[in-house]
Nanobody, 119 residues
C-alpha cells in the first residue's frame, strides 16, 4: 500500500510559479510511474505530466515548456514545477502512482492540492 501526500498548492497571480510536491510512503517508490493529474471545477480529471520509473517524461501538449516533472527516489518524492501559470491552470492537482504487477494494475492517488491562478 502506497500513501501519497501532495503539498505546495496555493494562490498565485497569472505569470507566476508554483512547485508542487508529492511525498510517498509505504511502498517501493522507485518502481512506480508517477504522474500529476488535475481537475478543474466541472471538468474531468486530466493527465498533466508523467515520469516513468526509468526517468522518462511526458507532458500534455499545452503544458510542455511551462511545467517540469521530476522525481527524487531517495526522498520518495515527485515534483511538478509550474511556470508562467495561467488562469486555466486553476485546478486541484493530484499525484498518481502506477505500476503493473504481473497481470494486475496497481494504482494509488493522493488527496489533491488546490492551485488557484488569479489576479
Amino acid at each position: 500500500q502506497v500513501q501519497l501526500v501532495e503539498s505546495g498548492g496555493g494562490l498565485v497571480q497569472p505569470g507566476g510559479s508554483l512547485s508542487l510536491s508529492c511525498a510517498a510512503s509505504g511502498g517501493i517508490f522507485s518502481i512506480y510511474d508517477m504522474s500529476w493529474y488535475r481537475q478543474a471545477p466541472g471538468e474531468q480529471r486530466e493527465l498533466v505530466a508523467t515520469i516513468t520509473s526509468g526517468g522518462s517524461t511526458n507532458y500534455r501538449g499545452s503544458e510542455k515548456g511551462r511545467f517540469t516533472i521530476s522525481r527524487d527516489n531517495a526522498k520518495k518524492t515527485v515534483y511538478l514545477q509550474m511556470n508562467n501559470l495561467k488562469p486555466d491552470d486553476t485546478a486541484v492537482y493530484y499525484c498518481h502512482a502506477y505500476r503493473i504487477a504481473g497481470e494486475t494494475e496497481v494504482s494509488y492517488w493522493g488527496q489533491g492540492t488546490l492551485v488557484t491562478v488569479s489576479s
